[in-house]
Each structure stands twice: as structure tokens, then as C-alpha cells.
């Protein structure tokens, strides 16, 4: 089994600016949820690979609490205060990189997700497994709505990441699979290149919700 992208996502500061982020580079919802015990809720765009996951902090005392602390998610959602990297990947398959086992509060008893060990930086990107296995092109739920096909979109086949900082052993390990691609910068960005139905492709910049081309 190889490592396949789940999802990505981004902080942004709340509910309002995560809906004004992705009206503004016209994706459409799939769907929202909260996280309880973990503090914080998200707005999910899917496409038919992945998703893209808009996330913000909805209760600043369970981000620090002591299941969720080593997540750094609360640096992160405060990431333009604190330096700290907004951005998350979850994987499908195997981690070439060594975890531990987080229990997110949210999720069933039993269940846990592989979080990368470099991640404890959170300075680098929140690297992890997903619980779940199929694209949102497979969910038999109906959860993923009808994806991006109004704006002709289809899939998420590439990755790139700017970093104010030297990349992690685990962010290169993704780099020399060619998961991703890497460049030293100022600040940190996410660039997703996405494939049209037309068979074009687009570059959408993260965290500023910017359409490159």
C-alpha cells in the first residue's frame, strides 16, 4: 500500500472568514462539522480525490487540554501570532516516518490517528494518518455532495509547500517520494495544483485562497 493524500487543511480565524475563504475562490461546501473535546470546527471542500478542510478554534481551552495539547493546534490556529505552520496533510496508507498515537477526543472509542513525531514542531506542517480509506469520489454517505463539478474541478494531484523553516524528516521523507515538492520561503504557504474535467489544471495558494493562474 502506498501513501495516498486524504485531506489538507488550513486555519483561518472563524466560521465567517472559513465561508468568505472558499466563496472567494468559488468551491463549494461538502460539509461541516465540529470537533468536541478538541476545539475546533471545520468547513470541508471536496474534490474527488481529496479534500480540503478550512478549520478554526472554536474552544481555546480544549486546543490546550491534556489530549490535544501535543497537537500544537492551538499555536497553529493562532499561527499568525505565534510563527507557527497553519497547515495540515492527512494520509491515506502508509507513513514513511515515525508517529505516535493520537486519541482525538471527537472520535469513537478505539480510534486514534498516526501523527508524524516532527510534528511536535509546530513550526512544520501537522502530518497524519485519517481514519478513514476512500476517496470522497467512493463515500457511499453522500457526504461529499457533488464535489467540484459546478467549477469544473476534479482532482488534487500535486502539493507544494514554502517553509520559513528547514523541513522536517518527515515533510522530506514525503519530499523523496515525490508526495510533495519543497522551497525555502519568507512565510509558509500550501500550493494544490488541481486537475479541470476540461483536463487543464489550476493553482490554488493557501492560507490567502488565491487562484494562481
Not at 100 to 113: E, K, T, V
Not at 117 to 122: G, K, N, Q, V, W
Request: net charge negative; glycine share 8%; charged share 20%.
Amino acid at each position: 500500500m502506498g501513501t495516498d493524500l486524504c485531506h489538507v487543511f488550513v486555519f483561518v480565524e472563524d466560521r465567517a472568514a472559513a465561508l468568505a475563504a472558499l466563496d472567494s475562490c468559488g468551491l463549494t461546501e461538502s460539509f461541516r462539522r465540529a470537533h468536541p473535546g478538541q476545539g475546533t470546527a471545520n468547513i470541508a471542500a471536496c474534490f474527488d480525490n481529496a479534500y480540503l478542510e478550512v478549520l478554526w478554534p472554536e474552544d481555546p481551552a480544549e486546543l490546550v487540554s491534556t489530549p490535544v495539547a501535543r497537537t500544537r493546534l492551538s499555536e497553529r490556529s493562532r499561527w499568525r501570532e505565534t510563527g507557527a505552520c497553519p497547515f495540515g496533510i492527512g494520509l491515506r496508507g502508509r507513513l514513511p516516518f515515525p508517529c505516535w498515537d493520537y486519541r482525538p477526543p471527537f472520535l469513537p472509542d478505539g480510534m486514534s490517528m498516526s501523527v508524524a513525531l516532527a510534528s511536535d514542531d509546530p513550526r512544520q506542517p501537522f502530518l497524519f494518518r485519517s481514519p478513514g480509506d476512500a476517496r470522497p469520489d467512493a463515500w457511499p454517505d453522500g457526504m461529499a455532495g457533488n464535489r467540484q463539478l459546478a467549477a469544473g474541478l476534479a482532482e488534487i494531484t500535486g502539493l507544494h509547500l514554502d517553509l520559513p523553516v528547514g523541513a522536517s524528516p518527515a515533510v522530506r521523507a514525503l519530499a523523496d517520494k515525490n508526495f510533495l515538492s519543497l522551497t525555502p520561503a519568507v512565510r509558509a504557504r500550501m500550493i494544490l495544483t488541481i486537475t479541470k474535467a476540461d483536463g487543464g489544471q489550476r493553482k490554488l495558494s493557501l492560507p490567502d485562497f488565491i487562484w494562481l493562474d
